[in-house]
């Protein structure tokens, strides 16, 4: 006789045309959280999850925040083991738009010439097409047995792209309400397109905006060039003095807290078949630009990073202007691992600035959040659970992985509510995640489907 978990799955492979629909129904809501512009898009899938969830079973509701709205939903139908699912529903923008293939809030399914398939729309990958494939393994389990193997909480955040600041009081302050044995979350990739991955560890993020100003207008580069400050000269001398020509980060204390990866984990690295020249290759590039001396995984996983990631000052128009500006000013990311405190950061960094400005030069600075480095004890049953039954999905080991994006809800849901995290996604390193074309495999839905429905059916064991 079938068990149910095969019922299960048979259910979701027969159900998945159903499933896409669903999905492209909230593919099509336009929830860019960083664009005041589309708060009601926010608003709307908010709603529209708080009623999916309804029609499964769940109790669910949208709680509002001076942002965005926080989704919550139990199904405490199973008392015993329960887990709390993180997710997030808002997207990220989609400009630059004219490099998109299609209208990014119209999905649509794209046959390959070798017959494989990909979901094509923002938010395919990161982060809804990954929810959905635990909202979908829940559906179906319900559906087959009339209750899920394990109590659930679902909570779904719009502020995630963003580095939203309502969520952490949210979660101090319903934190008995959250509280669950793990949790779990879809918002990280597979080893490759064939192989199941477990991600252990996260980096943090300090993110910080500067701008210098010097003279109280833009002057004539003619008439005052040489006399006057240079806001823009100031601004580049300061950040490329960020590094040193090893690629080391130059900040005073920035490697305190930052330790030598553990021996056996630098070996577990090694045996990966990762390919340095076809990683950077896949982006039209050749050579490790980090610190000499250091892997490229150890460079995205393990080190710190400091990445200008915008910068602006002067005309930037077509042509040429003759213009010495009166501000310029830059974005810095700094990714960080281990114990580095992105507030001593943030400091280190500001008084860098500060020491190296030059009369007439002032500094302001915004803060754009930041959020600690985490790292899961991955000998916790949950963990051996989760693998175990992503290599019966995917017939295939599955791999425990670093990596280097950042998902700061999973730092908080350590420390506020003392859980561990089971990081297991389905996304590709290609699936162009916040860059035009985003995409999904169709093989990453329906089997990501089905390794939740194995993953819920293990916990229970
Ligand atoms: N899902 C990504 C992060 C990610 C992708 C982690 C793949 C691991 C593997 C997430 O939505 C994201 O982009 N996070 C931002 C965080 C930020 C905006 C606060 C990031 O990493 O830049
Ligand atoms: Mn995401």
Known sequence: MASDLDRVLDRIDGDIDAALERLFSVLRIKSVSTDPAFAKEC????????????????????????????????????????VLFYGHYDVQPTDPLNLWDHDPFEPFIETRKDGTKAIRGRGS???????????????????????????????????????GVNLPPFLASHADELRADVGLICDTNMWDARTPAIQTMLRGLCNDEVTIRAADRDLHSGFYGNAAANPNAVLVRILASLRDETGRVTLPGFYEGVPELPEALKADWQKLPFDEKAFLGAVGL??????????????????????????????????????????????????????????????AFRAHVQKLLPPDCEASFIKHGGSRAVRFPVDAPSFAKARAALAEEWGREAFFIGGGGSIPVTGLIKEKLGMDVVLAGFALEDDRIHSPNEKYELES???????WARILDAFSR
């Open 445 to 451: 839905f329906r089997r990501g489907i089905r390794s």
């Open 286 to 347: 050749s050579e490790p630009a980090g610190e000499k001396g250091r892997s490229v995984l150890e460079m995205v996983w393990s080190r710190p990073t400091c990445e200008i990631t915008g910068i602006g000052g002067g005309y930037q128009g077509e042509g040429f202007k003759t213009v010495i500006p009166s501000v310029a000013s830059a974005k810095v990311s700094f990714r960080l691992v281990f114990d580095q405190d992105p507030e001593t950061v943030r400091a």
């Open 125 to 163: 990958s990161d982060d809804k097409g990954q929810v959905m494939t635990f909202v979908e393994a829940c559906r179906a389990w319900k559906a087959v047995t009339g209750r899920l193997p394990v109590g659930i909480t679902v909570l779904l955040e719009g502020e995630e792209e963003t580095g």
């Open 43 to 82: 608003a709307a899938c908010a709603a529209w999850h708080v009623e999916d969830l309804k029609s499964i079973g769940f109790e669910a509701m949208a709680h509002a925040t001076p942002g965005h709205p926080i989704v919550v939903g139990h199904d405490r139908s199973t008392s015993g083991k329960s």
